[in-house]
Every structure is written in C-alpha cells, then in structure tokens.
C-alpha cells in the first residue's frame, strides 16, 4: 500500500497560481500512475488529471486544460499539480491518488491509495 501527503493548497485570489505537492511513500512509487481529483461541496469527486508512470503521458479535464499541469518526479516521490489562472469554480478539496495501472487512468475505480485532501479555495 503506498501512503500520499498532499501539499500547497490555501486561499488565493482569481487569477492567480498554487502549486500542489503529494509525497508518496511505501508500494514503489514510480511504478504506477498518478491522478488528482477534487470534490467541491455537494459535489461528486471529479477527475482532474493523471500522468503515466513515466510520467510521458498525461491527461486533464477540459475544465483545466491549458491552466492546470500535472507532473512528476519519481527521483523524489513526489507528483505535482501546477494551477494558474485559477477560478472561483476551481475551489475544492483536491485529492492525490495512485492507481492500480502504469497508464492514465480518469475514473475513481482506477485508483487504489487516496490522500487525506488539501482545500484549494478562490476568491473572486
């Protein structure tokens, strides 16, 4: 079982940028794909982007392409969401997550080790 610590959120105004972090440690991290996801309240979970476990392929929600980018240092561990242009809808509890797969996976069922979440919240 692999064990994820997120990092880097807080309180930011529209327009402007977080770089989240989630550490990982226990099952070999660079093994598997990688994913965040947010769940605003009263809102279901949703995806927000995944990297393989190479870290050559990558995919994003609609909703954050071109603002949001996901990377990953498996040197360090360590899986990476840089957000810019931030919107007041982008405000969530976001979520690390390690999959059960080496590819990109986007649904919930496709990961098995979630974070405790850290609160990204924009104010308008």
């Known amino acids: 079982q692999v064990q994820l610590v997120e990092s880097g959120g807080g309180l930011v105004q529209a327009g402007g940028s977080l770089r989240l972090s989630c550490a990982a440690s226990?099952?070999?991290?660079?093994?598997?794909?990688m994913g965040w996801f947010r769940q605003a309240p009263g809102k279901e979970r949703e995806f927000v982007a995944a990297?393989?476990?190479?870290?050559?392929?990558?995919r994003h929600a609609d909703s954050v392409k071109g603002r949001f980018t996901i990377s990953r240092d498996n040197a360090k561990n360590t899986v990476y969401l840089q957000m810019n242009s931030l919107k007041p809808e982008d405000t969530a509890v976001y979520y690390c997550?390690?999959?059960?797969?080496?590819?990109?996976?986007?649904?919930?069922?496709?990961?098995?080790?979630w974070g405790q979440g850290t609160q990204v919240t924009v104010s308008s």
């Open positions: 990297i393989s476990w190479s870290g050559s392929n990558t």
């Open positions: 226990g099952r070999t991290f660079s093994s598997y794909a």
């Open positions: 997550a390690s999959s059960t797969y080496r590819e990109v996976v986007v649904t919930t069922s496709g990961f098995r080790s």
